[in-house]
């Protein structure tokens, strides 16, 4: 899915370790110790090993386990608030381990930007003075920082509240706070560490929706730290699950949880519900036939009865999608005369797109029981799922 995408931040062989001998602690790793071993053996904690992966421009990227894998050691070796033990860390052709104090210092203000689970706003800062923070410290002047501040409040949805302070905000409203100080700096990278764990459920659920938002108009490149296999499904492009520090399975959502790695990541994902990740896509099956908006009526029920259908999709030469024609229609169109198909489609169907989760489709079908189109952005027809094939997609996958 990556192949045309441009690779924004690459990392290769990045490892951590905690303690005061690393040189021993990866000497045993490469000598085939596992963390446990050489801790009891060593006392050095085997952070992350061995670490490759690709985050590509725009993606939203999400790296997840449970406590203790590794994956807030990661986000912060990414620009180095922990120092990576070895490896490579290269954005836009830096190798950001190899940067001096003050080459660093410019990287992180031009390419990172963080937000954390505990919100860390300033609590004598109004909302607009918070969003404005990392601006001022840059020395950007008053008058554009507050215009930056400002806009970056609006496309998280706080607009009349720049004068507010962070006590008198609920936790849903302090985390877009967060979220704007980090949209107002500007920078290429946005690093969320855990950024929603703090939140209800129903809060997060609607922070992530804001999220999945923001990354659609802004195509923002975004790291996300979550211990939740829920949410990384919801929000994530693609997904890393560690374990001991190390990568398990890189992979979609849909290819984690279909083609799981190893047993870890099979019980890992046990009791998603598929019917929220599989889409249409996955039940959508070949259309038999179809009639072109200038058939007659005798040639349609012709391609009807050759195909066993009592109902047909009428599309033109570009095959987009323009109706659906009920044989009994068809029949009667035929005994009138008619030249064509056109005045007895019926556009009494529903459509959706390859994307549409399945557990969506099952109040689309309607008494009729006319199959539901999947259609493209163009409304090019692609196929059909009838409801039989949603039962028989869910019931395979419960089998994996």
């Given at each position: 899915m990556n192949e045309n995408r441009n690779v924004k931040i690459r990392v290769r062989n990045l490892s951590k370790v905690f303690g005061s001998q690393p040189k021993k602690a990866l000497e045993m790793r490469d000598q085939g110790l596992k963390r446990p071993e050489i801790l009891d053996k060593t006392g050095q904690t085997l952070g992350l090993s061995n670490i490759d992966f690709d985050v590509y421009e725009g993606e939203l990227l999400v790296i997840m386990g449970l406590s203790g894998s590794g994956k807030s050691t990661l986000i912060r070796c990414l620009n180095r608030l922990i120092e990576p033990t070895e490896g490579e860390?290269?954005?836009?052709?830096?190798?950001i381990p190899q940067l001096d104090d003050k080459a660093l210092l410019e990287c992180r203000r031009r390419h990172f930007s963080m937000v954390f689970q505990n919100f860390a706003l300033f609590p004598h800062r109004t909302v607009q003075q918070n969003a404005e923070f990392g601006l001022e410290i840059r020395g950007v002047e008053k008058e554009e920082r507050t215009r930056v501040a400002r806009n970056a409040l609006h496309q998280v949805?706080?607009?009349g509240w720049e004068d507010a302070y962070p006590n008198q905000l609920s936790g849903g409203m302090q985390q877009r706070v967060g979220l704007a100080r980090a949209l107002a700096n500007d920078?290429?990278?946005l690093l969320m560490d855990e950024a929603f764990s703090a939140l209800d459920p129903l809060i997060r659920g609607?922070?992530?929706q804001e999220l999945l938002e923001l990354q659609h108009r802004m195509q923002k490149t975004t790291v996300f730290i979550t211990h939740d296999l829920d949410e990384a499904i919801n929000i994530g492009d693609r997904i890393i699950l560690l374990k001991d520090g190390e990568i398990v399975q890189i992979g979609t959502p849909e290819e984690i949880l279909t083609q799981p790695a190893d047993d870890y990541v099979?019980?890992?994902t046990e009791g998603v519900d598929m019917s929220k990740i599989l889409t249409a896509e996955h039940a959508m099956r070949p259309v038999r036939a179809t009639a072109r908006e200038e058939d007659g009526p005798r040639t349609t029920l012709h391609k009807m009865s050759e195909n066993g259908l009592d109902s047909i999709w009428v599309t033109n030469r570009e095959r987009k999608l323009l109706g659906l024609a009920e044989v009994n229609a068809v029949e009667q169109a035929a005994k009138e005369g008619k030249d064509s198909i056109r005045d007895i489609m019926t556009q009494d169907f529903r459509s959706v797109g390859p994307e549409e989760p399945l557990h969506n489709l099952f109040a689309m079908?309607?008494?009729?029981?006319f199959p539901i189109a999947v259609v493209d952005a163009d409304k090019r027809l692609q196929g059909v799922v009838i409801k039989g094939t949603v039962l028989d997609e869910l019931?395979?996958?419960?089998?994996?």
């Open positions: 860390i290269v954005i836009d052709g830096e190798d949805g706080l607009d920078s290429t990278v609607d922070m992530q099979a019980r890992f079908f309607s008494d009729k029981s019931a395979q996958a419960g089998e994996k």
